[in-house]
């Protein structure tokens, strides 16, 4: 396959719907790792076309979503500072940290700017050499190595007025808090595939075997979906706890060693807290000592931050996989797209913002009505019944575009 309508062929994936409705015997709860892939399966759908007997819970994989209040709040203080431009992806500036977000703070003078890159922010350090310049740099390994460089770059370049805002997250720690948590339902994981690519899958089998459940290395495009769920199937079925790689036009055992060797100079590993979920030990980077003078922390000596989350906002538990978006009070009402409660109704990766967006409203209507009148035929809806896409967001995205990284390789 080269192009992408060819996965997304509803021929080719009413066959593999088929085929998991012919494997599966007993219920199976699935975790998918990825907010990207959350958007693949509701806007098309996947969740509906499924046996019902196989239910698909959304994982904490949106960078935007689980970069923690208190780092917010240190973003809101920084930008709030004269003297200071704020960079950062446009995603992160509707995300509300206790009172407000960096819009608000730019409305009220504050020099934040969007950028496309993290080198653009370096770009704008070089050209206002009176002026500190802190970039906002989230997410999860994917986007981890581009910050590094910039990083690593300022540094080369004795670029003394250059700093970054760190909150990078780790996949693997995740999933091993999600298996230890006392209420998990997961029985097997769908992890993310542009996360492999960068870091390989060499930290997953071990996972694997100590929790006994599989994980399934998948795309983002419905077929990539579709065929990482009848594989961890298979696997539920058997009795077998693997790490399977559905996704080799992108992902290979070792991953990317020129990133991971980036990774390695300019971070370490440390805690780090998840919004809505709390500290996961050894789930986070940090600039090691080397880079410790771009640390924008360290350079702006930002503490003493009293953080509030909303008390109507459920979002933790939407994080964990413990509360579909739809089955929160405030999902729709008091929490939208234009006034949201938390960062899962924002980021474009979000599932909140997913059901939302793709017309899930009429869930929260359904939820009394029993399961057999919620479940859609198992087929792939047609051209002329498909939702629409939506038109992509002007704003760069801290969460790299799944349709663009499936088409990508070949």
């Known amino acids: 396959m080269k192009y992408i309508d060819e996965f997304q062929d509803p021929g080719l994936a009413a066959r593999l719907v088929d085929e998991i409705h012919a494997t599966v015997t007993r219920p199976w709860a699935l975790m998918e790792v990825c907010g990207g892939q959350?958007?693949?399966?509701?806007?098309?759908?996947?969740?509906?076309?499924?046996?019902?007997?196989?239910?698909?819970?959304?994982?904490?994989?949106?960078?935007?979503c689980v970069t923690p209040l208190e780092v917010i709040d240190k973003a809101l203080e920084i930008a709030s500072r004269p003297g200071v431009i704020f960079c950062s992806f446009g995603d992160m500036l509707r995300v509300p940290g206790t009172g407000r977000d960096?819009?608000?703070?730019r409305g009220e003078g504050g020099d934040v700017r969007v950028?496309?890159?993290?080198?653009?922010?370096?770009?704008?350090?070089?050209?206002?050499?009176?002026?500190?310049?802190v970039f906002f740099g989230i997410g999860f390994e994917t986007t981890a190595p581009p910050n590094a460089m910039t990083v690593y770059q300022a540094r080369r370049q004795r670029i003394r007025n250059f700093s970054m805002l760190v909150s990078h997250v780790r996949v693997p720690p995740a999933i091993e808090a999600i298996m230890r948590s006392p209420d998990c339902r997961v029985q097997a994981f769908l992890a993310a595939g542009h996360v492999c690519s960068v870091m390989g899958t060499g930290e997953y089998p071990e996972l694997a075997e100590r929790f006994r459940v599989p994980i399934v290395v998948t795309g983002f495009e419905p077929l990539d979906i579709l065929e990482g769920v009848r594989r961890t199937v298979l696997q539920l079925e058997r009795g077998d706890h693997t790490v399977d790689n559905a996704y080799p036009r992108a992902v290979r055992p070792e991953g990317n060693p020129a990133a991971r060797a980036m990774l390695d100079d300019v971070f370490e590993v440390t805690d780090r807290a998840w919004r809505g979920i709390g500290v996961i030990p050894g789930s986070g980077w940090r600039l090691s000592e080397r880079y410790r003078d771009y640390d924008a922390e360290h350079r702006f000596q930002v503490d003493g931050i009293t953080t509030r989350e909303p008390a109507a906002c459920r979002s933790g538990e939407v994080l964990q996989g413990l509360l579909k978006p739809h089955e929160c009070e405030a999902f729709g009402t008091t929490c939208t797209p234009r006034s949201p409660l938390g960062a899962t109704m924002v980021s474009?990766?979000?599932?909140?913002?997913?059901?939302?967006?793709?017309?899930?409203?009429d869930l929260t209507a359904q939820a009394q009505a029993p399961a057999s009148q919620n479940r859609a035929p198992a087929r792939p809806p047609s051209a002329e019944t498909a939702p629409p896409t939506p038109s992509p967001s002007p704003s760069p995205s801290s969460c790299p575009s799944p349709s663009m990284e499936g088409s990508s390789v070949v």
């Open 38 to 64: 959350t958007h693949t399966i509701i806007r098309h759908g996947i969740d509906q076309l499924l046996p019902e007997e196989v239910e698909l819970i959304h994982g904490p994989g949106c960078p935007v």
């Open 102 to 105: 960096l819009f608000q703070v």
């Open 115 to 133: 950028v496309y890159s993290p080198l653009d922010a370096l770009r704008i350090a070089e050209q206002n050499q009176d002026r500190e310049v």
């Open 348 to 361: 474009s990766e979000g599932a909140c913002a997913a059901y939302y967006l793709y017309r899930r409203l």
